[in-house]
């Protein structure tokens, strides 16, 4: 569940919205000079980047009226020198304008997480955490502390556990990874880096895909159908990396990977029904007792419990309610324990006559609820 950043995003679509309202031009010829570029025009001027340069059309203006007076060779020509020119300017400042936020990305060095704090003190309030290589973009710097924006969270992070300038450039390809981006209504991917070649399968516009090459203005990527190639002129190409995590984003993601993970716990804990209850025993195939039963289940997710239904009573964390309890969760009874499945149904070692089995919930009066996971 990692969130994305995409460094390079705005740059590409700058170019793109550019050149498209640009590329008109060099289709024009005198007998068309009246086609306004309205359309065009309000395009170019909103992707244009901070300082770029202005654009020769803009309102409802057209080719006609921007070069009256002149021959229609000079028009053509004049507009398409204008055009290849700004082309280039558009193409030296996008260059410039990623490698500045390049060169301002910070990339947490730990082994584990670093904390975004909501000042420059390791005393001040927590806001998220980056993990080892997420990427955040510096926005200043207060003495060993850098301010970095990084997915939904804003704040101070150690200099510390950062790496930073020519080294985290350098990183940033191998911590990344590259996507095309479908840039058209629906493409075609081909088994080759040919117009012709036969057809992977079709794509539509938005979808993104991992780049696994690139040559001569064509890209192969990744599909579900296989690797195939599209033609670059289609495709945007993003660089995206791993974001901080914020303390509400982590509190979700923890919320999702323990219901999976008792889903699991629960769907092995079926494969035991209709085993032996055996007192003080912790075999899932051979016999066990009720919290041998939930010791056995949880060793095999690395969790140690106690082999003593009481001492369970306080494992993990207390659960509000049989309305918030989730697959996994141990129900606590009167010198008894069970695996609660969903749905008001336990799974359990129940007792020497009846064995391992699935009951509902009030086999037992119900005393609490403990989450494991």
Known sequence: ???LVNLK?????????SATGMAALFFMSSGLS??????YAATASEGLPSGGAGLILSGNADLKSVTA?????????DAINSQEEMLKRLDANAKEAYDKLI??????DTDDFIYVREDADSSAEVLGKMYNNSVGEIKGKRGDWYLVESGNVTGYVSADYCIVGDE???????IGFELAVVNVPSLFVRTTAQKD????CVIRNGEEYLVKEEKDGWIKIETISGDGWISAEYADIEWQFALAESNEEEQIRLAEESYEKGKELVAYALQFVGGPYVWGGSSLTDGCDCSGFTMALYDHYGIKLSHDSNSQRFAGVAVDGI?????????IYSGHVAIYMGNNQIVHAANSRLGIIVSGIDFMTMLGIRRIF
């Open 1 to 3: 569940m990692k969130k």
């Open 197 to 200: 070649a036969d057809i992977v």
């Open 103 to 108: 060169r301002h990305i910070a990339v947490a």
């Open 323 to 331: 309305e918030n309890a989730q697959p996994g969760d141990i129900i």
């Open 69 to 77: 007076g002149k021959s229609d060779a000079n028009k053509i020509e």
């Open 9 to 17: 995003k705005m740059l590409n679509n700058t170019i793109k919205l």
């Open 168 to 174: 985290a450039e350098k990183l940033a390809p191998e």
């Open 34 to 39: 009246g086609l306004t570029m309205n359309s």
